[in-house]
């Protein structure tokens, strides 16, 4: 086990009678931006649930920094530094409320994993910020989007769990997004888990990809190793 990263050993998660994910291990450090990729219903975001706490794992181990997560809350979870964008941004933001206002809620409860100012989130999402006024409810998908990874990040986790943050994003945003993430990255060593079906955008910028099938690791590499996307496809 390594001391600094977050770790899933021998994660098995149940539905009921049926296993949806089985003996999956995986490992995010600071600084790095690893992606999660499979078909649909291949078990990404219940292991991203798992991880957060939404879920219980019924086999394995869940460590943040060395400590154990099992017996913590999601929200404990998220108060010691652990970070999620749920799937398409839903539910991160209160609706009635502006843009403005979710983001002061967002500082009001940043645990101090990381130092990240209100100007650096802005300088990653130019467009969000054009929009402080208006309410949460009435901003388009993408820029829901913006807003739901803005608020994780003046959080300031230590790890950020992303579930397919580029749906509804126009191709052009989806390129800024994955740039963006990797800046998070970078600047602020946040250890990123991105689940992702845009995989030559998760290719561009993880330093390493997981392929999980059927619940199942199947395998990990370096982008450098594949050669295209069809190539990737053919793996899983
Ligand atoms: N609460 C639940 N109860 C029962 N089955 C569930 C539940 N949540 C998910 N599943 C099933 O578990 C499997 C894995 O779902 P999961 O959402 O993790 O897949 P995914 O890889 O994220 O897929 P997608 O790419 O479509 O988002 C699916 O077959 C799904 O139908
Ligand atoms: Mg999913």
Redesign the pocket.
Known sequence: MTADSLEARHVTVR??D?T?LQDCSLEVTPGELVALV??????????LRAISGLVSASDGTLTMNGEDLRGLSPSRRARHGLGMVP?AGRGAAFAPLTVRENLRIAQDLATGGIKVTYEEVQGLFPPLFEHLENAAGDLSGGERQMLAIAMSLLREPKYLLLD?PSVGLAPLLVKDAMSALRNVVDTFGIGVLL?E?NVQAALRVADRIVV?KN?EFLREFAPSEIESVHELWELF
């Open positions: 539905y009921g049926r949806v499979g078909h649909n219903g291949a078990g990404k975001t219940t292991m799937d397919e689940v079906q999980l619940g």
